[in-house]
C-alpha cells in the first residue's frame, strides 16, 4: 500500500531540527513581512534576493561591491537599518527601484528561518502574494515542510492563517490526498474559520485577513511604526504570480 504524501506544519523554527527536513521541500512563512517583501521585489523584477541572518554578514558582502546593481534591504525591530536603501516594506519594492537589481536582505525572523531549511531539497518562500502560484509548484511535492518564521522567538497567528491557506489549497481542488500533522489540521482549521466569518460579514477572505491582521502583535508593532497600509498589502492572495526558491548553496532567492 502506497503511503500519502506528508504535509507538515511546524509554528517556530526552533520546534523542528534542521536534518528532519533533509530530502524534502521546505515552504518558508513569514507573512509581516519577509515573505511578502521578497515575493514583491522579485515580481517587480528584482534579479534576486540574497538572504543574511546578521548585519554584519550582509556589509560585508557588499563591502567594496560597485552598488549600481545592488541594494540593501531589511530591518531590525521593524524599522529601516542604518544605511541600507529599503526596509521591509513590500510596498517600496517596486520596479522603478528593483527591475534588473540584486537584493541583499536580511530582517529578525524570515531569513533567519530559510537559513535553518538550508538542508532541505527545496526552499520556496511562501506567503498570500503568491498562493496560488506556490501550491501548484508544491502539487507533486511528497514531504512538504510549511516552516513558521515567527516574532522573536514567539509564535505568530499571522503566520499560522498563512500556512493554513496554503495547506487548505494544497488539499482542495481535487488534488492528490495529503497525511497531516496536528499542527498542518490546526492551521487548516484557523484558515476554513476565517473564511467563515469572511462570508459572515460579507467580506473577502484577503479583507477579513487585514483585519484581524491589525489585532495581532506583530500587525499592532507595525501599525505603530506607522506601516498600518502594510497589513493590507501582506493580505492580499495571488498578487505576485511566482514561487520564489532559495538555492542554499549559491544563497540566492530566484523566481519560478
Excluded at 523554527?13 to 528532519?20: G, I, N, R, Y
Excluded at 499571522?158 to 499542527?183: M, Q
Excluded at 477572505?205 to 497589513?231: S, W
Aim: charge should be negative; proline fraction near 4%.
Amino acid at each position: 500500500m502506497t503511503s500519502l504524501p506528508d504535509l507538515s506544519v511546524h509554528y517556530l523554527p526552533q520546534f523542528v531540527a534542521e536534518h528532519d527536513f533533509v530530502g524534502g521541500t521546505v515552504v518558508v512563512i513569514d507573512l509581516l513581512r519577509a515573505s511578502t517583501t521578497i515575493c514583491h521585489a522579485l515580481a517587480a523584477g528584482a534579479r534576486e534576493v540574497t538572504p543574511f541572518v546578521e548585519v554584519d554578514d550582509l556589509l560585508r558582502a557588499a563591502d567594496g561591491r560597485d552598488r549600481a546593481g545592488l541594494l540593501l534591504g531589511g530591518e531590525r525591530g521593524g524599522e529601516l537599518i542604518e544605511g541600507f536603501d529599503l526596509g521591509n516594506s513590500p510596498r517600496d519594492y517596486t520596479p522603478e527601484v528593483v527591475f534588473g537589481k540584486q537584493i541583499l536582505f536580511t530582517t529578525s525572523n524570515g531569513t533567519r528561518a530559510l537559513h535553518h531549511a538550508r538542508l532541505a531539497a527545496k526552499v520556496a518562500v511562501g506567503c498570500l502574494a503568491n498562493l496560488s502560484a506556490l501550491t501548484e509548484s508544491l502539487s507533486h511535492d511528497v514531504d512538504v515542510h510549511l516552516l513558521c518564521a515567527g516574532t522573536n522567538g514567539h509564535v505568530s497567528r499571522e503566520d499560522i492563517l498563512a500556512a493554513g491557506a496554503i495547506a487548505y489549497e494544497l488539499t482542495n481542488n481535487d488534488r492528490p490526498a495529503r497525511r497531516l500533522n496536528d499542527a498542518a489540521e490546526s492551521a487548516r482549521g484557523e484558515w476554513q474559520e476565517l473564511l467563515t466569518t469572511a462570508r459572515s460579514a460579507d467580506r473577502t477572505a484577503d479583507e477579513q485577513l487585514a483585519v484581524e491582521l491589525r489585532d495581532t502583535p506583530h500587525g499592532k508593532t507595525l501599525i505603530k511604526l506607522g506601516f498600518e497600509t502594510d497589513l493590507a498589502l501582506c493580505a492580499r492572495r495571488d498578487a505576485a504570480a511566482l514561487a520564489p526558491i532559495y538555492d542554499p548553496r549559491s544563497g540566492r532567492i530566484t523566481a519560478v
